[in-house]
């Protein structure tokens, strides 16, 4: 056995405890007893130490000093690239510094839920100030001297910068800005679906949508949860949806949503199971997956024709009379400020908004007491509305207060590559409409699993998304897409 051998055989079962771990997470949201929390927090912290001490032990030196990466094939230097990454991460950081961000997190999100309950930034606050604190300093462990947010986005997009993004966000905004007011101003505005969609209808629906999109059941399954997520890789990728009586459109997409990304996941070359080259590249590249699951496929309009059908045949009558309407009501633009319920234009304004604030607070330019006043100042001027309360303002995203600073940007990084990967997609699949129409999305699931999916971890982020559509990925694409689209449903 070579260093490499025992290397890969030491990885691969740090690999499949991290899947044990992952499902013990999915469990708690889905099928735990309400009184088992307790019991559980200890048990996930007890895997958690497990995890930490392989991904420190002293023999991942020696073995790193022994290999010689350039020995190896492509694959080899690829587990190589991840596992010396990650290796050097968490040396970088010192222990007690690691437990410390871990308690204070743990109890944060409490502290964030009840003060948004409560509409109270105040309560919320010192908190806050703990937690950008703590990441400041792992930040600067990491940085060893250069930018402090490139070493927090690094964790979600290793490659990507601050100021490539922020290259990127700045060409996005006035754009963006620009359409939201058109939209907004138009004489012609699609009515919002009304009505009633029982709970049964939805559920049985969103299963057939989710194998519609190649959701490979055998390796996954479907559960109920309060916030839909997707969990696992390789051979065990399980999803959850929720349904709202009043809007199944929630429901729908949201399981698009989750089966983008766990399509991804299960796509991934059998050969990298349980390797570092096993699961999805990058936060930004896995939601390139969901959103054109999502919105460049699920909200086209061959497909919402499909759908249309679907649920005509599924609910009845429900008002919409023709499937030009079903495609505007689906596509509809509506003012809100909560960034999880926006649509494809004004998603990433808020996204853009939280980057620009993040990083402030990561460089101690904006401090914690000034943020309520610098969200809603900022909130005000892309989207031409007051912030009423906190819990519609600063208070509204999870985020911050699990200390998760850098993974903003990946949403819109997300939707920017998703804008690439169709364009190249619509060149190589002309006709794909006319299978969408049908319900098929087969032509453009299997050009994505072909060209991108299928590699998981193999190339760096954004060279998996270049491979892939063939070209450099920037801002164009997307913001191509959105005006023409948009553009056509509120008929300027
Ligand atoms: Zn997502």
């Given at each position: 056995m070579s260093?490499y051998d025992d290397l890969m055989a030491f990885q691969r079962e740090t ?48 073995w ?210 349980l390797t ?217």
């Amino acid at each position: 056995m070579s260093a490499y051998d025992d290397l890969m055989a030491f990885q691969r079962e740090t690999e499949a405890l991290a899947q044990v771990a992952g499902r013990l997470g999915w469990d708690q949201e889905t099928m735990m007893p309400a009184g088992a929390a307790e019991q559980r927090s200890e048990e996930m912290a007890a895997m958690e130490s497990v995890l930490h001490a392989r991904r420190t032990d002293p023999k991942l030196h020696d073995w790193l000093g022994l290999i010689d990466d350039l020995t190896l094939d492509p694959v080899g230097q690829a587990n190589m690239r991840h596992i010396r990454r990650r290796y050097a991460r968490t040396m970088k950081v010192p222990a007690k510094l690691a437990s410390e961000i871990a308690r204070v997190t743990s109890v944060a999100q409490g502290v964030w839920a009840r003060a948004r309950a409560s509409e109270d930034f105040a309560a919320f606050a010192p908190t806050l100030e703990k937690v950008v604190k703590l990441r400041q300093e792992e930040a600067a462990a990491l940085a060893e001297g250069s930018d402090l947010y490139d070493a927090l986005l690094d964790d979600y997009e290793p490659g990507a910068t601050a100021a490539g993004l922020e290259a990127m966000f700045g060409a996005l905004r006035p754009r963006l800005v620009a359409l939201r007011e058109k939209i907004l101003h138009a004489p012609h505005q699609p009515l919002p679906l009304t009505g009633e969609f029982p709970e049964a209808g939805q559920l049985t629906l969103s299963r057939e949508l989710a194998l519609a999109f190649g959701y490979d059941l055998n390796h996954g399954r479907i559960d109920k949860a309060v916030h839909p997520f997707s969990s696992g890789s390789g051979l065990d990728v399980r999803i959850t949806t929720r349904t709202n009586p009043a809007d199944p459109f929630n429901c729908f997409y949201s399981t698009i949503h989750e089966v983008g990304h766990a399509a991804y996941e299960q796509a991934i070359d059998r050969a990298y199971l349980l390797t570092p080259l096993g699961a999805g590249v990058s936060m930004g590249v896995h939601e390139s997956q969901s959103r054109s699951y999502e919105n460049q496929l699920g909200r086209s309009r061959a497909f919402t024709g499909f759908l249309y059908g679907r649920m005509r045949d599924t609910f009845g009558d429900f008002g919409i009379s023709d499937a030009e309407s079903f495609y505007a009501s689906v596509n509809r633009v509506h003012p809100g400020y909560i960034r999880t319920e926006a649509d494809e234009v004004q998603y990433n304004l808020h996204v853009l908004m939280r980057f620009d604030l993040e990083r402030a607070l990561i460089d101690g330019s904006l401090k914690v007491a000034d943020l309520p006043t610098a969200w809603n100042s900022r909130f005000e001027a892309d989207f031409g509305v007051k912030v009423d309360k906190p819990s519609n303002g600063c208070l509204q995203d999870v985020h911050w207060s699990v200390g998760l600073f850098g993974y903003f940007p990946t949403y819109t990084l997300g939707n920017v590559y998703a804008g690439c990967l169709t364009k190249a997609m619509r060149v190589a699949l002309p006709d794909l409409d006319s299978a969408l129409a049908r319900g098929d999305t087969s032509p453009a699931t299997d050009w994505l699993r072909e060209k991108l999916q299928q590699h998981g971890g193999l190339h760096e982020p954004r060279d998996t998304v270049r491979r892939a559509c063939g070209f450099e990925p920037d801002e164009g694409p997307l913001l191509d897409y959105l005006e023409a689209k948009f553009g056509a449903i509120y008929q300027f």
